[in-house]
């Protein structure tokens, strides 16, 4: 007889330590669209981003949360890579990351979170702009500041949204889940 030996780790915890990284990086990267000398701050937290975020998709991946597993790992992948790149090359990575999130987002429909879908469709138009700016749109640095900035506050939410339902055991903070 074969023992099933799946490891599972609560996937509420990993979801939230990865956004709360997530959240973290895309919060500097904000506030340098949005005007400070924060350059420095993108380059040292993109590592340990990227460290996180691969923690908890193999956390997921060990869960068989698919979906995280796709969400996160690249953008595992992305943070250890983004902060070694600039030009073209950094814009095409943009690109193909805002595709897979752009990807994730339409699959992350059929989930019952709602607030998800439209959290991945931010960051891929954020991904998009950012690629732009990346190629030499310097008039749209604020714009990516701002799409950043959306993203990271909207991040830290479902963070604390998710924390406090696993708390609770109800919903504290809305999460849109459809029944």
């Known amino acids: 007889m074969t023992d099933e030996s799946n490891v599972h780790v609560k996937v509420a915890m990993a979801d939230v330590l990865g956004l709360l990284a997530i959240s973290m990086f895309t919060f500097s990267v904000a ?5 400070t000398d924060s350059l420095g701050l993108i380059v040292a937290i993109g590592q340990f981003a990227g460290a996180v975020t691969l923690i908890v998709a193999v956390i997921a991946y060990l869960n068989e949360n698919l979906l995280g597993t796709a969400i996160f790992g690249p953008l595992a992948i992305f943070f250890f890579t983004i902060v070694s790149i600039v030009g073209v090359s950094a814009a095409m990575l943009c690109v193909a990351i805002g595709i897979i ?12 979170v709602r607030l998800l879908p439209i959290l991945l469709i931010i960051a891929a138009i954020a991904f998009f702009v950012t690629a732009l700016w990346y190629n030499g749109s310097s008039d749209l640095k604020s714009a990516m500041g ?22 609770k055991g109800k919903q504290v903070l809305p999460l849109m889940i459809k029944t």
């Open 101 to 112: 999130i752009l990807i994730d987002a339409l699959v992350a429909v059929a989930q019952p």
């Open 31 to 35: 506030v340098f669209g949005l005007g």
């Open 146 to 167: 701002a799409l950043w900035m959306i993203y990271s506050l909207i991040s830290f939410y479902m963070a604390a949204a998710i924390m406090l339902l696993v708390m």
